[in-house]
Every structure is written in structure tokens, then in C-alpha cells.
């Protein structure tokens, strides 16, 4: 343990204060801390100076990071740790062409060439278009069928493909595989002029347009060295509160729809676009696209905002109290709520859930409370009261913390009014050879960048991680044992992004 | 049962006049662009270096609309004296070409494809293809389907299957891992059948351009009848555009 360096939120660590320990030290001390409470919040590969390396960064109540360099090959640390770290060590044989050798599931994560010219570690041919050549997990026997959907679906959403292996309706084990929406984010961040990081982070997932951009722009201010001054600070807040709320209303709407109880769904998806305006009352686009930028905002947020937010929010907020009583007393929707789509905290522990799926079951952990950033720190924390794991769950998380952000925007309108200058986009000179990580609770969960810089202060590394990234798993385990019918519930209770899976 | 009336009574009539009415949205929302031509060559320059979308062709001073996101970074120098964002939300465009604009469109109603409307114009089912993108698209177009906007009354609907459509409503810069199952999906659409590329990733890869990953021009591998430039299109935008597109 007394190798791990802890570093904060948002803070620049120099790149030769990243401890560097051999493999099998590295592997013990990860071993120790993943069984004390530990989660992963990164574990990616880079090349520093022709030689790969391995960069874990890890949380309990603190924030820790722990390098150490490997040839081509490393023991998986899945096989004998735990199911941790099962995408992350998939997500380096992509990306860096580096085996992970005993992976119990070592298989492509979103079928792309790796970056290093290494041979493939799964044999592809990437020429090819998708789909390549993947094995799916198979349960064998008489009456056993498979069921195959997607990547198009019959709705508007994202792709992304599901197979089911079913005896009769029940499900016995759903694998979901995802990348047809790989756009290589990650690498082009590394090439592209700064003006453009802003935009392309804020197309990571256009749902969290604020949670991605404000990891990005806190990670850009702080190897700048720019300060933002704290009337930014509260509109910088103040949408990433919005965003959470338009994004559970919407779900709360589509939960209510997928068990055909259609007045809450049209109710809460007129509420939803509500919100989503009020983001456009912030900056102009109704995703709070362009509203933030290195140092600050780029529209102040004046006296004639602030009055339309808060007049909404004394309109809409008992409007949902209204709505979510509907919602979680008619019978009938709890009757498919309830007990459906269960992760117990055990199983959400051993993946490492985030954000509501996690908090859903019983996993208090919250970046706001954590690793506070913006205003967090000065603002009270929520408390979930129904933690069983269930859908029910996910959608009484959700409904607590609607109500939960709509008092901190109170609040944050009830501070006085705190002039400051919408900021213009510029080059800035980042701090050479340096690390840093930003963390914020976007409305899925902890999202995370993680910068490196070489020597002219260029970005040698990106590394972004979605909430969704640790998710999907879940979303995977609630399906075991349950019927193939409740997968569209169970599927939005979690309503993990697939392009923010994707990069 | 007394919930649910009690809830109707509350929540009342919320569907918008428009197109019947005109819509006024907030004064910071960025629809099309007012270019002032006469501006100084420096600071068209200036937007133009600026610009992370390489939207702003300086020697035309013009504005391509299927580059450009909206971020309103332009508008921003010199208080805007190249370019300001109108509330304007008419957007959508028959021809590529017109979206490479002074700061106007030509009237979309007027389109070339006028047989289209004699075909689609009492109904028009759509399938929706995500091909890659960040999802504001796809949400930004489910959202017509709320009490709001409630597209359905004018005949237009979004459909489970190709087979069911006469179109498909394509979001996102067409990445490689979606090419087979975006092409699959319009060979599976009967004959005849339109195309509409929905934001500026599927017309020039948006925020995406310049990846290895992605094909970013949709009309390179089938042909596009209608484009609607945001990022993503504003509800109202996509609305106007396929009213305006297939509506007598």
C-alpha cells in the first residue's frame, strides 16, 4: 500500500512522481486494495518513450495512482483479483495490444485496430467490416435457444448488440457487445488543435454533454493554470444539475412506458424538454452544448437566467411531486418494479457500479460528496432510502434525486448575484510532462479524464471513462434468471450510454 | 383511477401551434447565422482560425452549415460584427450545396423532389438509423413524439422496421462499425424511399471530422434527399424541415 501516491481531483501531479513499481509488486498492492473497499477508477495503457506502460488509478475515500511497465504480456489480474477489472484489462489488449494472459473473457471490446502495430489480440481483421470474428458465451442443451438483437433497433436509440441465451422465457445469461459507435475519440484527442477538445468531449455522450466537457475543461484549467471565478462556478453547477434532472425525468417517463402506463411517460417527457430548455435559457442549445470552456462559461449567467430558472422551477416542481406519486402508486407499475432486474450489493460491489445503479444498491458513493468540485463542497449530500437493487430502486433513486437537484439549484440561485466574463476560446500552454485526473458525478455517475502530457505539453494520453463503462456489466447480471420480456425495463432502469461506451 | 384524472386535469393541452402559429425561442438560441458581408477581412479571418469545425470559408465569407455546431464562438468576436445567430430555425436543405451559406436558405417548400410530397405527404413512416454520434440527435428527435410537439398528428411516424418505412432518418458521422448494418438497413427500405441526414455528423462527421473511424459523408455511399444542419437540430428544426420538406 505505501507505494500508491494519493493525488486529488483536478490536481497536476507531475509525470516522475507517478510511483513506478515492478509487476508482481504491482499486482499485490492492487490485490490489497481492490479487497479493502477499493474500485477502479482507471487502468490503461501508454507508451512513455518507446516502453508500455501500466497506469492504475484507484479510489476508496481517496484518490491513489500506481504505475509499472509491462512487455506485450501481464498476468490478468480478472483471474485471480476480481471481475474489477475485466474490461479495463480487455479495453489494454485492444487498445495497446497487450495480453492480459488467463483472461477468463478476453475478447474485443469495440473492434478496432490497436494503436501500437503489435499482432491482434483477438485475430481480427480489421479490414473487415463488423461483424468480425468473435465468439459468443453459449449455453449448451436441449431447448436452449439464443435470441439476437440489434445493432439497429426498433426504436430510436443507439446500437449496440444483445445475445440472449434462453431456456424458454428465462433468460440464463445475456452478453451484450457493443463498439458500433467507436468514433476513436481517445486517439483524437491526442492530434487535434485545443480549440476542438471542448466539442468533441461534449459528443462523447451528447446526454452528458456538461459531466464530460467539465472533466475535460477542470483538466484543461488545471494544467493551464486558469482560474475560474465562482459566478462560472455556479452556472457551471447549475448544469450539471440540470442534466441530471432532464435525463432521470426523461427515464422515469420511459420506465412508465415500457409497463404501458402511458400518463406519467407523456407527462414526464413534456417535463423533461422542460429542463432541457432551461439548459438553452443557459447557453443557446437545449444539451448545454457550448456553455462551457476552459476558465469559465461562455454566456454569463445574469439576473434575467436566473429569475426564468427559478420561476420554472417553483411551477415544475410540484408538477413531478404530482407525477411520481402516479407513477409509484399505481399497482400495476409496482408490480413490474418490484423485485425485477435485482443487483445485490454484493454483485454490484464485485463490478464496481457507479452513480444510481450503484447508490440503487447500496453503494453510497457520490463524486459531489467525495471529490467535490465547482460548488459541491458547499452544498449538502443526498441520502437514497430504497437501496434493494431492484428497478424499483433505480427509479426511486432517480425520483430522490430529482428533488435532490432541484434544492441545490435553489440554493445555488439564492446566492447573491457574482459578475464574471464569459471566457473566449484560446490556445493555451499546458504544464509539460504532468498527470491529471478530473472526476465529476454526471447524472449516470462518476465520469473521469485522465491527462498525460509530454515534453512541449502536448496531450501524449486521453483517457476518457463513461459511467456506463463499469455499468453494462450490471445491466448484464440483473437480466440472469429474469424473463426475456422485462429486458426493455430492466435495460432503461440502468439506460446506460452506448457511444459513451464506445468513444 | 382518481389519480390519473386528477393528473390529466393538471397537466391540461401543452401541444404547440406551430407551424399554424409562429414559435419564439430564447434570445440565446443559435439558429441561422446573419452574415454581415462587409465585415473587415482580418476578422473574418479571425472567426475562421477560431472556428474548431473549419466552418468559415473566409474568401466567400460564407458559413457551412453542415460543419458548423452552433457553438457560437464566431459570434463572440468583436461582438459579433461577422456573425450573429438569428432565432431563426428553418434550417433543412434539399441540396448540400445550399448549406454553405451568406445567410440565407433557399424556401424549402419549393424542393425539386416535388413528387415526394405527392407521396409522403399524408404519411410518412421513418426508420431511425444511429449511426454513431453522441445520442443528442436520436433524443432531440424522440422528443417529437412527447405531447409538445406530437408529431404523429401530421402523419409522420417513426417505425420498428425498414420494411415498414419509405425512408430512413440517419444521426451520427457513420462510423466503420455501422456502415454494414446502416447499408442493411436501407437496402431493407422498398422502393421508392428518401434519405435525410440528421445533424452535421452524417453530412460532414461534426465534431468527429478528420477520424480514422468514421466515413463522416452519408450521400458518399447513398444518395441524401434532405439535410437538416445543428448539433444536434433543434426539434423545431427537424419538424419544419420534414413538414416543409414532404407537406403540400
Known amino acids: 500500500m505505501d507505494k500508491l501516491l494519493q493525488i486529488s481531483n483536478g490536481e497536476v ?7 513506478q513499481v515492478d509487476f508482481a509488486r504491482f499486482f499485490r498492492i492492487l490485490t490489497d486494495f481492490v479487497a479493502n473497499n477499493g474500485y477502479i477508477v482507471h487502468f490503461f495503457a501508454y507508451i512513455d518513450d518507446g516502453r508500455s506502460k501500466l497506469l492504475a488509478v484507484v479510489r476508496n475515500s481517496n484518490l491513489f495512482i500506481l504505475g509499472t511497465e509491462v512487455n506485450g504480456e501481464f498476468p490478468s489480474l480478472t483471474l485471480t483479483i476480481g471481475t474489477k477489472f475485466h474490461l479495463f484489462e480487455r479495453e489494454i489488449a485492444e487498445q495497446y495490444g497487450i495480453r492480459p494472459a488467463g483472461h477468463p473473457w478476453l475478447k474485443m471490446v469495440r473492434y478496432h485496430a490497436n494503436a501500437t502495430g503489435r499482432p491482434d489480440v483477438f485475430g481480427n481483421e480489421y479490414r473487415v467490416d463488423i461483424p468480425g470474428k468473435y465468439d459468443f458465451f453459449q449455453v449448451q442443451g436441449e431447448g436452449i435457444h439464443e435470441v439476437a438483437v440489434g445493432p439497429v433497433h426498433a426504436g430510436i436509440i443507439e446500437p449496440g448488440h444483445f445475445r440472449f441465451q434462453c431456456a424458454g422465457e428465462e433468460v440464463l445469461n445475456l452478453e451484450i457487445q457493443l463498439g458500433y459507435q467507436h468514433r476513436g475519440i481517445e486517439r483524437m484527442l491526442t492530434t487535434v488543435p485545443q480549440n476542438r477538445l471542448p466539442v468533441i468531449c461534449e459528443a462523447i455522450a451528447g446526454d452528458t454533454t456538461i459531466g464530460h466537457n467539465l472533466c475535460c475543461c477542470q483538466a484543461i484549467e488545471a494544467l493551464a493554470g486558469l482560474k475560474v471565478v465562482a459566478g462560472a ?216 479524464h485522465c491527462l498525460l502530457t509530454d515534453a512541449d505539453g502536448g496531450i501524449a494520453r486521453y483517457k476518457v471513462k463513461d459511467p456506463s463503462f463499469h455499468n453494462w456489466t450490471g445491466l448484464a447480471m440483473a437480466l440472469r434468471n429474469q424473463e426475456i420480456s422485462d429486458f426493455p425495463l430492466c435495460n432503461k432502469s440502468f439506460n446506460l450510454s452506448y457511444c459513451g461506451f464506445d468513444l | 383511477m382518481f389519480k390519473i384524472i386528477s393528473n390529466r386535469l393538471a397537466q391540461g393541452y401543452r401541444t404547440t401551434k406551430y407551424p399554424k402559429e409562429p414559435i419564439q425561442l430564447y434570445s440565446r438560441f443559435r439558429g441561422l447565422p446573419e452574415i454581415n458581408t462587409d465585415c473587415d477581412p482580418a476578422l473574418v479571418k479571425q472567426c475562421a482560425d477560431l472556428c474548431p469545425q473549419a466552418a468559415i470559408l473566409v474568401e466567400e465569407k460564407k458559413i457551412d452549415l453542415g460543419r458548423c455546431t452552433f457553438c457560437g464562438e464566431c459570434a463572440r468576436v468583436a461582438e459579433g460584427a461577422f456573425v450573429r445567430f438569428s432565432q431563426n430555425f428553418e434550417m433543412g436543405t434539399a441540396r448540400r450545396e445550399d448549406l454553405i451559406t451568406a445567410g440565407s436558405l433557399p424556401d424549402l417548400a419549393t424542393h425539386a423532389k416535388a413528387h415526394f410530397k405527392k407521396l409522403f405527404g399524408r ?122 420538406f414532404f407537406k403540400k
Open chain 1, 13 to 19: 501531479v507531475p509525470r516522475q512522481r507517478i510511483p
Open chain 1, 233 to 448: 462556478r455556479t452556472a457551471r453547477t447549475i448544469a450539471l444539475e440540470l442534466e441530471r434532472i432532464a435525463n432521470h425525468i426523461g427515464d422515469l417517463g420511459a420506465l412508465s412506458g415500457d409497463v404501458a402506463f402511458n400518463p406519467p411517460a407523456a407527462y414526464f417527457g413534456r417535463i423533461r424538454g422542460e429542463f432541457l430548455n432551461l439548459l438553452l435559457v443557459l447557453c443557446g442549445n437545449r444539451f448545454g452544448k457550448g456553455l462551457i470552456r476552459p476558465g469559465g462559461i461562455t454566456q454569463a449567467l445574469t439576473g434575467e437566467q436566473r429569475d426564468i430558472i427559478q420561476a420554472k422551477i417553483l411551477e415544475l416542481r410540484p408538477e413531478i411531486e404530482h407525477v411520481c406519486d402516479l407513477l409509484f402508486s399505481a399497482h400495476t407499475v409496482l408490480a413490474r418494479f418490484e423485485y425485477t432486474g435485482t443487483v445485490g450489493r454484493k454483485v454490484a460491489d464485485e463490478l464496481g457500479l457507479v452513480g444510481y445503479c450503484g447508490r440503487a444498491s447500496g453503494l453510497e458513493y457520490d463524486v459531489r460528496e467525495f471529490f467535490p468540485t465547482e460548488c459541491y463542497a458547499d452544498l449538502p449530500p443526498n441520502a437514497n432510502k430504497v437501496t434493494n437493487g431492484d428497478v424499483y430502486s433505480r427509479a426511486m433513486v432517480r425520483s430522490e434525486e430529482i428533488m435532490h437537484s432541484l434544492t441545490l439549484i435553489e440554493m445555488l440561485l439564492k446566492r447573491p448575484e457574482q459578475p464574471h466574463r464569459p471566457v473566449v476560446m484560446a490556445e493555451n500552454h499546458l504544464a509539460p510532462e504532468s498527470l491529471v485526473v478530473t472526476l465529476n458525478e454526471g447524472w449516470r455517475g462518476e465520469v473521469s
Open chain 2, 123 to 244: 404519411s410518412l413512416q421513418l426508420r431511425q438509423v444511429s449511426a454513431g454520434g453522441c445520442n443528442a440527435c436520436e433524443a432531440d428527435t424522440n422528443v417529437l413524439g412527447t405531447p409538445f410537439f406530437d408529431l404523429s398528428r401530421f402523419g409522420i411516424d417513426f417505425v420498428a422496421s425498414p420494411r415498414h418505412a419509405d425512408g430512413i432518418h440517419v444521426t451520427g458521422p457513420i462510423t466503420r462499425n455501422m456502415k454494414a448494418a446502416l447499408l442493411a438497413t436501407y437496402e431493407a427500405v422498398p422502393e421508392p424511399k428518401v434519405v435525410i441526414a440528421s445533424g452535421c455528423c452524417p453530412i460532414s462527421g461534426g465534431p468527429f471530422h478528420g477520424s480514422s473511424e468514421i466515413i463522416a459523408d452519408l450521400n458518399s455511399l447513398i444518395p441524401v434527399d434532405l439535410y437538416i444542419p445543428g448539433c444536434p437540430p433543434h426539434p423545431l428544426t427537424t419538424l419544419h424541415a420534414l413538414l416543409a
